[in-house]
């Protein structure tokens, strides 16, 4: 009975082993509760492309390109990243942010827009139905 014990035991360190081994050995992820936007001591970022496919093709083809040369050292995604990011535009910027928008927040900013530029005050109700055209009778 006592060989058991000490069976389980093993099993569960060596699972506790696994665990550790998952969490330090594993990719890094930075989820969104995580990351602090004002925090300027971050040293660490990482991404996480695991669900987007056409990224991590992107990603690779880069790198491959990048690296078919004869001297030098291989050339790591830092490199790629380090290199792009000071090249990014207001532009860039903006349409990054664009792109994050729900559907719904789309509307939102629309909305605000429009309320700063003919001085209204709107509620989203008010600028859809007065605005957008949408739940008007008749259509």
Known sequence: ???????????????????KRNVKGGVGRVKLSEFVPD???????????????????????????????VLGRPIILKDLVLFALPKLTARDIEAIQNNSLTNMERIEKQRLEYNLKNKTNLDLGEYLVSIKNILKEGK
């Not at 040293?43 to 992107?58: G, T, Y």
């Open 1 to 19: 009975m006592e060989e058991r014990e000490e069976i389980k035991i093993k099993t569960n360190k060596e699972e506790e082993k696994r665990e």
């Open 39 to 69: 925090k300027k001591e971050q040293d660490k970022f990482f991404i996480d492309v695991a669900q987007d496919q056409s990224a991590k093709e992107c990603i690779n083809k880069l790198l491959v390109e990048a690296n078919n040369k």
